[in-house]
């Protein structure tokens, strides 16, 4: 498919600017509020010095994405297309960047992404009914199938039942913060020989929990004075997240202490079977276990769009490209999608955590892309075209500042290949997602011989 003719048909379709500021903030936060604000505080905690640099991580994730977010409004303002990172990607840095960026979505980073939600479900799930000493795999394996099932056939999952998900999470977020802070209980301090970890590291699962404001960014071109509001919405959503989020660690840090949290691989479900009992951590493992299977479901969806793209544009992935009509469904690219995180899980069920080799598989590659996706607003910048609907306030020294922390984030994530403490533990899955990123480049110079 060629480039330009991609943007003709996208042509025709322009948004209806119809979105308050209001309706804009909830988007954002239903879109970034998922299932590792009830995991990964366990992970920070165990790679920060203490309570104050604890919650310092959380605000400069704030910041941090709120930078990012800001980015990707005038990127999606410039160029309202379906596709997102591909065509900004295929337009400011040429079309094997975007196509590599678009193998590495299907090989690493929504298939290691949905794997890594997956251990999530795994986790929470085995709170509930242990399947034994490979609980957590099993259940992740066993939630992609049946997922990937149902998309195949065409079920897809009620805006209703999304919309009210989001507010039980939003709802359970509130209570857990609060009744950790009333709880009275003896929180338990860090060992004085602790090992304090790296900042660095704990930002990696911060900004994931972060993850999702690069979906609010596209909707630019949906909103009323999206000039305008769409600074709000970008502000006081993410502002709203990081009140929220610093709201749930104060809890955690109130009734479990740090060392508490360390130790706890469920940490939501700790906290609340400390406060209420265990039928409330089994409760509240339920909500958590309802949350990743959604989070997991519309990544599955989206991710083998993204996949059906690449073999609509590219005949070495023909077989891919093809639509099935009964149910409307990519139905190849779904399948492969669903063999490609099987494999991932089985890989990782064999490292101390799942869910962190997958994360350690993702980082360097996500973080990479992330990187030359802000780059491309310069070369927009550069190229002095038509001013788009939301211009980044303060330009050139935010965008500056995100690609700065894109490339300490990539630092971050490729240095734990020789760190002592988690290289031995996830050092393989670090190579593993950069070398099938880098099988990308040749296999562009073969594609593109067969472009369809």
Not at 126 to 154: K, M, P, Q, R, W
Not at 184 to 212: E, H, N, Q, R, Y
Request: charged share 10%; hydrophobic share 55%; glycine share 10%.
């Amino acid at each position: 498919m060629d480039r330009d003719a991609g943007s003709v048909a996208q042509a025709g379709a322009v948004p209806k600017p119809l979105l308050s500021v209001p309706d804009g903030i909830v988007l954002l936060c239903g879109m970034v509020i998922g299932a590792g604000i009830f995991k990964l505080p366990s992970i920070v905690a165990g790679n920060t010095s203490g309570p104050a640099m604890f919650l310092l991580a959380w605000i400069f994730g704030g910041v941090i994405s709120l930078c990012g977010a800001l980015v990707y409004a005038e990127l999606a303002s410039r160029y309202p297309e379906t596709g997102g990172e591909y065509a900004f990607l295929s337009r400011g840095l040429g079309r094997g960047v975007a196509f590599v960026f678009a193998w590495s979505r299907m090989t690493v980073i929504q298939t290691g992404a949905i794997a890594a939600v997956a251990f999530v479900f795994g986790d929470y799930a085995s709170e509930i009914l242990s399947l034994g000493a490979n609980s957590a795999a099993l259940y992740a394996a066993a939630a992609i199938i049946a997922l990937t099932a149902l998309n195949f056939v065409g079920t897809l999952q009620s805006k209703s039942l999304q919309k009210l998900l989001q507010v039980v999470l939003f709802a359970a977020l509130v209570f857990i913060g609060v009744a950790g802070l009333v709880s009275g209980a003896a929180p338990k301090a860090l060992a004085p020989d602790a090992a304090a970890g790296s900042f660095g590291f704990a930002m990696i699962f911060v900004l994931f929990t972060f993850g999702g404001w690069n979906e609010a960014a596209y909707l630019a071109g949906e909103v009323r004075d999206a000039r305008r509001n769409m600074f709000r919405i970008l502000v006081w959503g993410i502002a709203l997240l990081t009140v929220l989020y610093l709201l749930v660690n104060l809890g955690y840090l109130a009734a479990l202490g740090q060392g508490g949290m360390r130790e706890s691989k469920v940490v939501a479900a700790d906290l609340m079977r400390l406060v209420a009992g265990d039928r409330a951590g089994v409760a509240l493992a339920l909500v958590v276990c309802l949350a990743s299977l959604t989070t997991m479901n519309a990544a599955i969806f989206t991710g083998a769009r993204t996949t059906w793209a690449l073999g609509r544009d590219f005949a070495l992935f023909a077989r891919f490209g093809h639509w099935r009509d009964a149910g409307s469904t990519p139905a190849n690219a779904l399948v492969l999608q669903g063999v490609i995180t099987l494999v991932l899980i089985a890989a990782s069920s064999a490292t101390p955590d799942g869910f962190s080799a997958m994360v350690a598989y993702t980082a360097p590659v996500f973080w990479t892309f992330f990187l030359l996706t802000a780059i491309t607003l310069f070369v927009f910048r550069a190229r002095l075209a038509e001013a788009p609907a939301f211009r980044v306030p303060l330009f050139p020294w935010i965008p500056i500042a995100f690609c700065a922390m894109c490339a300490y984030m990539l630092y971050s994530a490729v240095a734990y290949v020789s760190n002592p403490d988690y290289g031995p533990k996830f050092g393989d899955m670090v190579l593993g997602g950069l070398v099938v990123m880098l099988a990308g480049v040749p296999l562009y110079f073969l594609a593109r011989r067969g472009r369809s």
